[in-house]
């Protein structure tokens, strides 16, 4: 791909922002209707029958939109690849600016490529962390909602597709556990049948502590690498970066025999803030305006150098 410039980053041409965003929503879309059929299921209803129908249908129709793309990140998601992603993130510094700079040229990246979109990254952003901010919750979470997403600069900054920035996240380096959405669609990847990885525990041991177990690459886990070392942001707020798409561990009940008694803690905050991740999304656009100073004081609350390395 032939790279480019803007503002000083170094990017590469061709990426499609609207096309990256339609597909993270409706990855977003399949999750959202996953937790609505497990509430229903949960509380059985012989009236609620044909509405269960109807949204195990409407289900469906929305995984089939995301197939194609998960046949294609669970093929490539391998562990030599998240070692070379890894070595790739720790070789340079893709751009220097501000986590508010960083909202404006994602806003700018992605929209630019769809003139007609209704709501922006920016107020989508802003929709989370207002939310959080509405229910009373610590100011480092307020952050969280604001900056979570920020990862998909990762698009812009030469990944290899949509695969390796977003969708659900799983470990790699072991069996690839059949909680996980599509779990046929592993079959092509090589690990499945590597001596090591294809095992239970694979490359780790029992009750490692997720902080060892090497995740999926995507825009989660280069924000946590981003953000880890450059913020005084609470171990809980790290972990909602890192493992709010790991809807197989956080929501479906997998991988719990790598957890540590840390990770349980870990784990209530990623549950308390999928919520806010998932379902703050509305028609009602917040005034960025309004809302800017607020929000330039938190980050510096917990980005003292202001000024940092994507």
Not at 50 to 68: I, L, N, T
Not at 171 to 183: E, K, L
Not at 272 to 282: H, I, R, T, V
């Amino acid at each position: 791909m032939a790279p480019g410039t803007i503002a000083g980053m170094e990017l590469c041409s061709t990426p499609n922002g609207h096309l990256l965003e339609q597909t993270s929503d409706d990855v977003d879309a399949v999750n959202v209707m996953k937790a609505k059929l497990a509430e229903s299921s949960s509380q059985p209803s012989p009236l609620d029958k044909e509405k269960d129908k109807s949204k195990f249908r409407q289900y469906d129709k929305a995984c089939e939109k995301v197939k194609e793309f998960y046949r294609e990140q669970h093929e490539k998601q391998t562990v030599e690849y998240n070692i070379e992603a890894r070595r790739a993130f720790n070789s340079k510094v893709r751009a220097r600016m501000t986590v508010w700079e960083a909202i404006e040229k994602l806003d700018t990246l992605i929209d630019e490529s769809d003139p007609d979109i209704s709501l922006s990254q920016i107020h989508h952003l802003l929709q989370s962390a207002e939310a959080i901010r509405h229910d009373g919750k610590p100011r480092w979470m307020q952050l969280v909602g604001l900056i979570h997403d920020l990862g998909k600069l990762l698009f812009f900054f030469g990944a290899q597709g949509q695969w390796d920035v977003v969708g659900d996240t799983f470990p790699v380096g072991c069996a690839f556990d059949h909680r996980i959405i599509y779990p046929e669609t592993f079959a092509n990847n090589p690990d499945s049948t590597h001596e090591v990885y294809s095992t239970k525990f694979g490359m780790y041991w029992p009750n490692c502590g997720m902080y060892n177990v090497m995740l999926s690459w995507g825009h989660d886990e280069y924000l946590y690498n981003v953000v880890k070392t450059q913020s005084t942001l609470p171990e809980e707020a790290l972990a909602m970066i890192r493992y709010h798409s790991c809807y197989p561990w956080h929501t479906e009940g997998a991988y719990r025999e790598f957890m540590n008694e840390r990770d349980h803690q870990m784990l209530k905050a990623v549950q308390e803030f999928n919520p806010y991740d998932l379902y703050s999304k509305s028609d009602k656009i917040p005034n960025i305006e309004d809302l800017k100073p607020y929000y330039l004081e938190l980050i510096d609350e917990f980005f003292p150098k202001r000024v940092i390395n994507w």
